[in-house]
């Protein structure tokens, strides 16, 4: 069974800092594209961040530029998403997504919160 398991989200303030990790099962995880997506109340779900499988590269949302970073570990099957100076409007759920060329499995997500 494909299984993707988001971790990390919490309550930060404005400016703060969180780690998201999304623990992958079921499949071969290296021959995946991962990504990052987040949905907020009343608003579609967008993509925010995306690692491929071969060279490595990477592609982010023009509003996530130069303050997140995903990253992944072959080894242990795990994607991570660091945020840096968060704000408000990246309030959201935070979901995992994987894909390869005949399949395609969500996580469950973990909610995000900025708030002062």
């Known amino acids: 069974q494909v299984q993707l398991v988001e971790s990390g989200g919490g309550l930060v303030q404005p400016g703060g800092s969180l780690r998201l990790s999304c623990a992958a099962s079921?499949?071969?995880?290296?021959?995946?594209?991962m990504s990052w997506y987040r949905q907020a109340p009343g608003k579609k779900r967008e993509l925010v961040a995306q690692i491929t499988t071969n060279d490595g590269s990477t592609n982010y949302a023009d509003s996530v530029k130069g303050r997140f970073a995903i990253s992944r570990d072959n080894a242990k099957n795990t994607v991570y998403l660091q945020m840096n100076s968060l704000k408000p409007e990246d309030t959201a759920v935070y979901y995992c997504f994987g894909s390869s060329w005949n399949q395609q499995s969500w996580g469950q997500g973990t909610q995000v919160t900025v708030s002062s």
């Open positions: 079921g499949f071969t995880f290296s021959t995946y594209v």
